[in-house]
């Protein structure tokens, strides 16, 4: 919880950084709404034609709207999560960078173009992939499974500008991102965080600031405070 009061504290007595913050979270939360709109329209009509068949008769659409919600919200923190990480990672990134900027006074460069359309499009199939597995853990593992594969995908999202600026891709970002310090604190309370709807919105820019302060101070401590090429990218 250290990384969020900290977090807390640097947004509310810098305005410009709180900007950044705020940007990408209505941008995001504009595709959510839609996205969450149509996937309940579409669910609604699959069960509901489901239930049809099955002779439910004339609760059929009431029973079909009502499952579609239940399904959807039960999923919407990590479908907010994956939404945001493909809507706003450029603002995001610009976040991570602005943070790193005022706590540790470094300033690091964007890497070259080539390798962030590279990265991006890896962490596309990444957030694609754990909402997938999100969904099938909600089955196997109720509760436990969601909270953790929602929290380490929020401290990917939120500790993925401060690995790359210094070389590290995906691959090896994913190797050490749980060596931060309070890396795992950090998982559970963005896990818990992310799955409870209307919280998890609200919540999301204290998260990437968060996780940009905990990347930024843990890979200094490491000894990664400088650009060095690109490696483990795979």
Request: glycine letters at 12%; proline letters at 5%.
């Amino acid at each position: 919880m250290s990384w969020y009061r900290e977090a807390l504290a640097l947004l509310r007595r810098d305005a410009e950084l709180r900007k950044l913050a705020l940007r990408p979270m209505w941008a995001s939360l504009l595709v959510f709404l839609v996205v969450f709109g149509l996937t309940i329209w579409l669910l609604a009509g699959l069960v509901t034609g489901l239930m049809t068949s099955l002779g439910v008769g004339a609760l059929a659409g009431p029973l079909g709207v009502l499952a579609a919600i239940v399904a959807v919200v039960a999923l919407s923190g990590m479908l907010f999560l994956t939404i945001s990480s493909l809507v706003g990672s450029v603002f995001w990134d610009r976040l991570s960078r602005e943070t790193e900027a005022r706590v540790t006074g470094q300033f690091l460069p964007d890497p070259p173009l080539a390798a962030q359309v590279g990265d991006t499009f890896k962490r596309v199939l990444f957030s694609l992939g754990m909402a997938l597995l999100s969904l099938c853990s909600g089955f196997l593992i109720p509760i436990a499974g969601p909270i953790a594969i929602a929290g380490f995908t929020a401290t990917v999202d939120a500790t993925g500008g401060s690995f790359f600026r210094r070389g590290i891709g995906l691959g090896g970002q994913l190797r050490r991102v749980l060596r931060l310090p309070g890396a795992i604190g950090f998982l559970i309370v963005a896990g818990v965080l992310s799955l409870v709807p209307f919280l998890n919105v609200a919540a999301l820019p204290l998260t990437m600031t968060a996780g940009a302060l905990m990347a930024a101070r843990g890979l200094i401590s490491q000894a990664l405070d400088k650009p060095s090429g690109f490696v483990d990218t795979i």
